[in-house]
């Protein structure tokens, strides 16, 4: 079973408008989170990460998340898409076993129509 | 400049035709690892290292083989490819929080990617 859900495979919406992307986890215990972000023909980037601290964590280019610990969620949100938005966006769960592991999610498509 | 370099960028070969993808990082970093992306599943770990000759396997290591000589190297080795390997791989990179505290990783640099075309 998937550890990591996006829920939304393929996003399109139009400049202005507010992006909320769905990320939920599976693992009890320790987690760090991180959404990444893949423009089309690169390479992933981070775009925030939640160690500790204030769930509430902003990332670059205006995107911010919200870790719910007892929801096992991890949102990403825009409140307004750009056109240069146009991306696919990963969530990702660090957790501890003994090791650390990185799971990823299928990804979400987001286009942005100008 | 901080980076993930791999190379090749772009690779088309015939089955069982052995090939290395080379991976480097200037950082610094003890932890290394190798993903696939296929379309609808996301990145899988292949394989990763904690640190020199520290390497284990990750959710997909079939197929493949790597190595750590060196910190900044991490090669991943397909000795007798097979079209189901025909994938975009990523190199990937980060250092511990806590130096020598292996359970203390932070984010992870990815390199630039692979295409690989197994015909």
């Known amino acids: 079973a998937q550890s990591v859900s996006q829920h939304n495979h393929h996003v399109i919406l139009s400049e202005a408008a507010s992006l909320e992307l769905g ?16 423009y089309p023909g690169q390479h992933l ?14 990332g670059i280019k205006g995107f911010e998340a919200e870790f719910i610990k007892s929801k096992f969620s991890f949102n990403l949100r825009k409140p307004s898409v750009q056109w240069s938005d146009t991306a696919e966006y990963f969530c990702a769960v660090l957790k501890y076993t003994g090791f650390q ?4 999610g299928t990804g979400t498509r987001l286009l942005v129509s100008p | 400049e901080a980076q993930v370099t791999q190379n090749p960028r772009y690779l088309i070969t015939v089955t069982g035709k052995k090939l290395t993808v080379t991976c480097s990082q200037n950082m610094n970093h003890e932890y ?9 599943l996301g990145l ?5 290292s904690m640190n020199v000759e520290v390497t284990d396997k990750g959710d997909v290591p079939e197929g493949y083989k790597v190595s750590r000589k060196e ?12 079209p189901n390997q025909t994938s975009l791989y990523f190199c990937a990179s980060s250092s511990t929080r806590v130096p020598g505290l ?3 990783y932070n984010e992870q640099f990815f390199g630039p990617g692979t295409r690989l075309t197994v015909l």
Do not use: H
């Open chain 1, 23 to 38: 990320c939920n986890y599976s693992y009890g215990g320790t987690v760090n989170l991180f959404w990444y972000v893949q």
């Open chain 1, 45 to 58: 980037q981070l775009l925030l990460k939640y160690f500790s601290g204030d769930p509430l964590v902003k």
């Open chain 1, 101 to 104: 592991k990185l799971v990823f």
């Open chain 2, 32 to 40: 290394m690892s190798w993903y696939r992306q296929d379309p609808g």
């Open chain 2, 44 to 48: 899988r770990q292949i394989y990763y």
């Open chain 2, 71 to 82: 910190k900044r190297n991490f090669p991943l080795i397909l000795e007798s490819p097979s």
């Open chain 2, 102 to 104: 292996a359970v203390s």
